[in-house]
């Protein structure tokens, strides 16, 4: 079993939608959670970071942590063509506090 | 947020050549450096930890005597890829930590393909 999982996609809504991007993970220690937008070729670039479980909005972005369910989720509101990426969850925690584990990326498309 | 640099943005290689990446923290020091390598369509995957001025640890299943990995100073780690064959061909990642910094900061990528 993968240590993070998440729907690779590809996930496509009209402009204006609200997006749900998901990711699941099967390590308890887990305390610190972040999403990634990584354009095509680029590197990716942080969006929300989150310790522990809650809510935390920053914009249109939403991050929520539900540690009882191992369950971290990303809205987006007013989704806008500029936000088609690929959405990358990631986690950090445990024994090694520095060592990023990722979950595989989810394309999102954003039809104008 | 921090900026991180990497150098070149694509290289084009021939089997057995070797190549060198380098990776740049330009607004702060970084005492900790990552080299992550990544798939198309798949996630990073992390292949060292380099922190300033010792030996670097890979991670399992990746050849250090392949991938050699500098970091030099707290500013600028290398990545040199050995006697490249096609299969190495990826997209490698640098990120970088230090004090004052509340996460990695992730480079632009590096494109690698072996001919």
């Known amino acids: 079993q993968k240590e993070v999982e998440q729907d690779p996609g590809p996930l496509s809504v009209p402009e204006g939608a609200i997006v749900s991007l998901n990711c699941t993970y099967s390590?308890?220690?887990?305390?610190?959670f972040m999403w990634y937008r990584q354009y095509s070729r680029k590197g990716p670039e942080l969006l929300m970071y989150?310790?522990?479980?809650g809510n935390k909005e920053d914009g249109r972005f939403t991050a929520q942590v539900d540690k009882s369910s191992k369950y971290i989720s990303l809205f987006i509101r007013d989704s806008q063509p500029s936000d088609s990426a690929t959405y990358l969850c990631a986690m950090i925690g445990g024994s090694s506090a520095s060592k990023i584990i990722f979950g595989s990326g989810t394309r999102l498309s954003i039809r104008p | 947020g921090a900026v991180v640099s990497q150098h070149p943005s694509r290289v084009i290689c021939k089997s057995g050549t070797s190549v060198k990446i380098e990776c740049r923290s330009l607004?702060?020091?970084?005492?900790?450096m990552f080299w992550y390598r990544q798939f198309p369509k798949k996630s990073l995957m992390l292949m060292a930890t380099s922190n300033e001025g010792s030996k670097a640890t890979y991670e399992q299943g990746v050849e250090k005597d392949k991938f050699l990995i500098n970091h030099a100073s707290l500013t600028l780690s290398t990545l040199t890829v050995t006697s490249a064959h096609p299969e190495d061909s990826s997209f490698y990642i640098c990120?970088?930590?230090?004090?004052?910094?509340?996460?990695?900061?992730f480079g632009p990528g590096t494109r690698l393909t072996v001919l």
């Open positions: 989150t310790y522990s479980s």
């Open positions: 990120s970088a930590e230090g004090q004052g910094i509340d996460t990695q900061y």
């Open positions: 607004d702060f020091q970084a005492t900790t």
């Open positions: 390590n308890s220690a887990f305390q610190y």
